[in-house]
């Protein structure tokens, strides 16, 4: 079975707090994905990987970086968390071929920014 | 661009009823790729469905069954003889076909089944 795991299931930060979300996949998935659900706007990309190290702004980057350095691994970093920042966080995880496989998502972590 | 639209924000039925959540896209693309995912209340998306562009077949699965329609963009999801445990939020989502493409999500359903 494939598994997408996030380090946090429920986080509480402090607005100005530096804050880091982990998502690591064991299925040796070449693309990775962050996104935001918000109700009423659905699911929105943050930023996705096709490659370590390789990154690329979706819809919504503003107030968001991340970083893969290995392959299993990708980080959403909040440099300066703001209280429009709390949300569900989704991670997840495919490989190239979207012909034979669908996108796998973790279990979210619910941010609040207080 | 893409976008995927699903114009119902939220369905009560009661249990045993049939219901069908409708879904439209647009995209330029002539290969593409469709999704339907569940989210229940423990909060992890469940994939259900993916169909491409090429197959316009209808597909049942038990209780479940999906229209594709390209002449009228419509990806609509039906569930026949509701069950408390559909209860959920439902995404239609939208993909192109090459290899770094990224999935578009709908706002999503939100289906309530009352015993």
């Known amino acids: 079975d494939v598994k997408v795991t996030q380090s946090s299931r429920y986080l509480v930060k402090r607005t100005g707090e530096k804050v880091f979300l982990e998502c690591v996949q064991d299925?040796?998935?070449?693309?990775m994905f962050w996104y935001r659900q918000d109700p009423g706007l659905g699911l929105r990309l943050i930023y996705f990987?096709?490659?370590?190290?390789?990154?690329e702004k979706g819809d919504i980057p503003e107030g968001y970086s991340v970083s893969r350095e290995k392959k299993e691994r990708f980080s959403l970093i909040l440099e300066s968390a703001s209280t429009n920042q709390t949300s569900m966080y989704l991670c997840?995880?495919?490989?190239?071929?979207?012909?034979?496989?669908?996108?796998?998502f973790g279990p979210g972590t619910r941010l609040t920014v207080t | 661009a893409q976008k995927v639209t699903q114009a119902q924000t939220e369905i009560s039925v009661v249990e045993k009823e049939d219901v069908t959540l409708d879904c439209v896209y647009e995209?330029?693309?002539?290969?593409?790729?469709l999704f339907w995912y569940k989210q229940p209340p423990s909060g992890e998306l469940v994939f259900l469905i993916r169909?491409?562009?090429?197959?316009?077949q209808n597909e049942i699965s038990g209780r479940y069954s999906w229209n594709f329609q390209k002449s009228t963009s419509s990806f609509n999801f039906t569930i026949t003889a509701s069950q408390v445990v559909d209860s959920a939020v439902y995404f239609c989502?939208?993909?192109?076909?090459?290899?770094?493409?990224?999935?578009?999500f709908g706002k999503g359903i939100t289906l309530s089944v009352r015993p």
């Open positions: 990987s096709y490659d370590v190290k390789m990154k």
């Open positions: 995209t330029r693309d002539t290969t593409y790729y």
């Open positions: 989502a939208l993909s192109a076909s090459g290899a770094n493409s990224k999935l578009t």
């Open positions: 299925m040796d998935h070449e693309n």
């Open positions: 997840a995880s495919r490989p190239y071929d979207l012909k034979l496989y669908e996108q796998y």
């Open positions: 169909r491409n562009s090429f197959d316009e």
